[in-house]
């Protein structure tokens, strides 16, 4: 059965065209602005509605708040992963990966075990859910115990991006110990003599982080994983992650280590809520000034899937880039980015991960989405 959707604004690529139209057919955009119209296809008319590429969000640890929603409570994983994927299918975001940590015994779900429950149930749920949902597994490299947890997650195939993070203070993301203290007594409720361990054992287990990351990502790119690097902040750290292989560089900390990520060839990575907050949480590089700087490769939901949209549909005005460019950076290069060339534009060929945009009010509405060419979400009047 065929789709042909009409009278959409479609933002390809290069333009927006006006009162156009587009085929599905067998999961992929079979023909934009066709000569004819199908005789054989169900019509659908959009009403001038915008119609983007789904997005694709290469880190999102939200999953992780659906499981955990305060300390020490959880809801069952099959809940919390199918409530995630519907808060993500009105979100516009047709490719998600889902940013699990492993942290030892650190911070709540951020421990290895449940880490690793998280990153199978979401394997086993995925035929069974409306978007396409990938495990993004986070390593922080003072944790000695979880390589071998990850290399049995990738000898099974479960999972899609691997992504190595160190938030020992004095680096990174937190710039002191002061920094990192409160981070743990606001959001996790640790008292100084848990927060004492944990910085003790954090930099005592530094030591061997080299060796274990270099077995890691030889491990990843075996499988066909690519490889991230997480809050970079110098060019000696993105040149050093680049020389084990990873090919993203997720929120680099500054102007100076993003634009040597690019020039490595990595592509970056900044949080959408930045844009529409106009500030980073942890005082790092502001997204738009990325944007503005031509250091941004990709935009990502990183804790709120709900901001992506709004944030892109913002840049035009806020950067001076075309409405093309913006989609661009949660679709087409982050879909590049994750080893995923079969989608993130509107082109002839491509699967048809599709999403139908309101403008009309004050805030941008998903009306419709489509994944593989199969309507997932279908509001009144179309």
């Given at each position: ?11 390809t ?42 997005l ?14 305060r300390?020490?409570v ?10 995630a ?42 035929p ?11 390593y922080?490299v003072?944790?000695?115990?979880a ?15 691997l ?7 004095g ?21 100084d ?27 990843a ?55 529409l ?5 942890s ?6 000034d ?30 001076g ?12 290069n ?19 991960d599709?999403?139908a945009v ?14 593989q ?9 179309l």
């Amino acid at each position: 059965m065929k789709t042909y959707l009409t009278h959409a604004r479609i933002v390809t690529p290069n333009e927006t065209l006006d009162d156009a139209a587009l085929i599905i057919e067998n999961g992929l955009i079979a023909a934009i602005n066709p000569e004819t119209a199908p005789s054989d296809a169900r019509e659908i008319d959009l009403q001038g509605r915008l119609l983007l590429p789904g997005l694709v969000d290469l880190h999102c640890d939200a999953l992780e708040k659906e499981i955990e929603p305060r300390p020490g409570v959880h809801f069952p994983l099959d809940f919390a992963i199918n409530n995630a994927d519907r808060r993500n299918a009105l979100a516009g975001i047709t490719t998600v990966f889902h940013a699990l940590s492993f942290a030892n015994e650190e911070l709540g779900v951020r421990n290895n075990d449940f880490a690793a429950q998280i990153a199978r149930a979401v394997h086993q749920e995925r035929p069974h859910l409306l978007m396409d949902n990938r495990v993004h597994c986070r390593y922080e490299v003072t944790d000695s115990e979880a390589p071998s947890l990850l290399l049995k997650l990738l000898e099974h195939d479960e999972i899609h991006l691997l992504s190595f993070m160190d938030h020992t203070p004095g680096q990174g993301q937190f710039k002191s110990d002061a920094a990192y203290r409160e981070y743990l007594a606001k959001s996790y409720k640790k008292t100084d003599a848990e927060i004492n361990q944990l910085l003790a054992e954090k930099h005592a287990a530094g030591a061997g982080s080299e060796a274990r990351m270099r077995l890691l990502a030889e491990a990843a790119h075996a499988r066909g994983v690519q490889v991230a690097s997480h809050d970079d902040d110098t060019p000696e750290k993105a040149a050093f992650v680049h020389g084990l292989g990873a090919t993203i560089s997720e929120f680099p900390i500054n102007l100076e280590t993003a634009q040597a990520a690019r020039a490595l060839g990595m592509a970056t990575l900044f949080g959408a809520p930045n844009i529409l907050r106009g500030k980073s949480q942890s005082g790092s590089m502001r997204a738009l000034d990325a944007v503005l700087n031509n250091v941004a490769d990709c935009l990502c939901a990183d804790y709120a899937p709900a901001a992506m949209l709004p944030a892109l549909l913002k840049l035009p005005e806020l950067a001076g880039i075309s409405l093309s460019q913006a989609i661009a950076l949660a679709s087409h290069n982050p879909a590049r980015a994750a080893g995923l060339p079969n989608r993130g534009s509107i082109a002839t060929g491509l699967r048809a991960d599709l999403i139908a945009v309101s403008t009309l009010s004050s805030t941008a509405r998903i009306e419709g989405v489509w994944v593989q060419g199969q309507a997932r979400v279908m509001m009144r009047g179309l």
